[in-house]
């Protein structure tokens, strides 16, 4: 029996199972919730595993809804008894005053877990992220750019970056003081937290070594401490006290043609994708019409059973077939149509989701209720084992990506796995 470590909600799907991820590195146990669980399944994985999370889709809804999302999700896992719970948020800090809203949790967190100083922690440096002066810069092919300079997220559809000093980023999103602790600060880091005089407080890391610097301070903390950040902040919890669970696997058997859906408009998801049009997989636009999404999801079968990889993207999709339905529930809609006919066929085990929003809703849509790593071949990429009812779907083996997540050729490395 396992004693719960610290707990997590996940704003977005990716960004959970990221979470998942760098606590499992560490050697932490871990279950990832696909939804708010019942009190009694919630207690008892607590009482079998390090870490519990649940993921979410916090990231794309108005302030007025997060309460709903948010506040019933941190209520549950203080009651675990964790003595850290996190917000895990993108490591781009995706938000903003009218979508997915940190300074929203920033109340939201100080009301439900503890009326402290909120330590905020995106950076995660072996992913290109990192944070000096309270100032954040995010990767793209290989060249580091302040955040509102980077080419995606400057131009992101829903959240574009303006400004990369990230106290001011995220204290236009509400009324409490937002400031920042540089890296200079850190001789005392967990008493200069308790002395903060803000609401929340940005958090600098360009090493590995910082992100234990982070985790250390927040276990000096008393209990229980509310921290929001990436991937970087779980990884320093878990870094600051190893635990003793066995190694990820870095791959499972093969599991023949991969199909992928994407919701993702990212440059880097529409190379993949380009990849694997070369390499002769079946390419198409995602269907937003239910009509068209039940023929897309045959023309998929027929394929995935001839052994040839499928990608169907919304990048191209075409958006007037959506009516008055919201663009993300009906991509989601299109994308499981698709997945649950791959399944119920046994055309496809492994299969791709891209787009943190899209996985969030598509996993729902499946009945998927819990997920735990399968393989973590390289890098941030994780192949997952969902838990659901339906055998068809519990057989599967899942990779949900964010946007701009691996490499070019990223759906057929994955295609190619073979532990």
Known sequence: MSEIRAAFYGDDFTGSVDALLQFARRGWSGRLFTTLPTPAALHAAAREVDVVGIAGIA???????????????????????APIVQYKACSTADSAPEVGSLGRVIEIGREIVAPRPVPMLFAQPDFGRFTLFGTHFASENGVVHRLDRQPTMSTHPSTPMTEADLAIHIGRQTALSVGALPLTAYADLAQRLRDADVAGVVLDAVTDADLVTVGTALRDLSAPVFAIGSGGLSQGIA??????????????????????????????TRRQAEAAAAAGWLVRPLPLDLAGAAEAAQEAVAALTSGRGVVFTSADAEVSAVGDR?????????????????????????????????????????????????????????LLRPHAADPAIDRLELLLKGGQVGADTLFLDVAALDG
Do not use: K
């Open 239 to 268: 870094a600051a006290a190893p635990g003793m669970s066995a190694a990820v696997p870095v791959a499972t058997p093969s599991a023949g043609a991969v199909l992928v859906v994407s919701g993702s408009r990212s440059p880097q």
């Open 326 to 382: 919201p663009i993300l529930e009906a991509i989601a809609e299109a994308s499981a149509i698709i997945v649950d006919a791959a399944a119920q066929a046994r055309a496809s085990r492994r299969v791709i989701v891209c787009g943190g929003d899209t996985s969030s809703r598509i996993t729902r849509l499946l009945g998927i209720e819990a997920l735990s790593i399968a393989a973590n071949p390289w890098g941030n990429v994780v």
């Open 59 to 81: 990231r794309s809804l108005p302030p007025e809804r997060m309460d709903a999302e948010v506040i019933p999700a941190l209520q549950a896992l203080v009651a675990t008894g």
